[in-house]
């Protein structure tokens, strides 16, 4: 069983930058790909961005693309999403989650895919 712990969130100023760390523990971290939603109040949880399992490929939302950087560090369990530039609509509970995948290079972008998931960390930007 994979738990994931998120760290990172907090109150910012727009235009600010912020950075998340989601730590897993449990299993074998390089096995799965990372990925990055958020849930803002009201509304379903989205997709912002995943990495793939060797940390070569990404993908990334719209709305996060240019200003959101996902990174991995397999050796440390961890993945990262660097966010800058950043608005009052990305205000949200940031959640990690991964997907235990046999392809390396596979990204996966669909919530419904993810086999586990952190318990969210707050991000707030004021205007």
């Known amino acids: 069983q994979v738990q994931l712990v998120e760290s990172g969130g907090g109150l910012v100023q727009a235009g600010g930058s912020l950075s998340l760390i989601c730590t897993a523990s449990g299993g074998t971290f390089s096995n799965f790909i990372g990925g990055w939603f958020r849930q803002a109040p009201g509304k379903d949880r989205e997709f912002v961005a995943a990495i793939s399992r060797r940390g070569i490929d990404t993908s990334y939302a719209d709305s996060a693309k240019g200003r959101f950087t996902i990174s991995r560090d397999n050796a440390k369990n961890t993945v990262s999403l660097h966010m800058s530039s950043l608005k009052p609509e990305d205000t949200a509970v940031y959640y990690c989650?991964?997907?235990?995948?046999?392809?390396?290079?596979?990204?996966?972008?669909?919530?419904?895919?993810?086999?586990?998931w952190g318990q969210g960390t707050q991000v707030t930007v004021s205007s």
């Open positions: 989650a991964a997907d235990r995948s046999v392809f390396m290079y596979t990204i996966v972008n669909n919530r419904n895919e993810y086999d586990y």
